[in-house]
């Protein structure tokens, strides 16, 4: 399944006073797969390169972009990790994905998503095996929200 996944803008108010809060962002993109039955893919590295600037315009204090070779499973959770660490009550997070995305059949059909979870394959994702370093489900990405933000 060939599509680009595009998270495109999260924004996390944490409750505090609008006039205190800074604009903070993490950025992701992946362009490149080991698999050759992953296609490369264009746009990820331009769309970093304009989100960044978007950040910049709303005056983002705090921007880490992650590209490629960067994108593991752990460097993920960690970024999301040390960004809630230095946030403060207030604060605006811009999360921001740009690569492929798939669907797999769940693991836990009875959930709310139905039969299949929603991922993202990560650089080293191989569809023939299953390193669960290699791809991200949803169900991860707001646990790891919820936990660390």
């Known amino acids: 399944m060939r599509w680009r996944l595009l998270i495109a803008v999260l924004l996390i108010a944490l409750s505090a006073p609008a006039a205190q809060a800074e604009t903070r962002a993490i950025l992701i993109g992946v362009s490149r797969y080991e698999s050759p039955a992953i296609p490369d893919l264009m746009g990820p590295a331009n769309d970093l390169a304009a989100m960044e600037g978007l950040a910049r315009s709303m005056q983002a204090s705090d921007v880490v972009s992650l590209r490629d070779g ?19 009550p207030g604060d605006w997070l811009l999360f921001y994905f740009s690569g492929h995305g798939a ?31 290699t791809f991200i489900i949803d169900k991860d990405f707001y646990a790891w929200m919820k936990r660390y933000l």
């Open 103 to 133: 669907q797999a059949l769940a693991q836990n059909p009875s959930d709310e998503d139905g039969e299949f979870d929603q991922f993202v394959p990560l650089p080293g994702f191989d569809p023939g095996a299953q390193d669960p370093e």
């Open 70 to 88: 960067a994108v593991s499973r752990s460097s993920v959770e960690t970024a999301l990790h040390d960004m809630g660490l230095r946030a403060q």
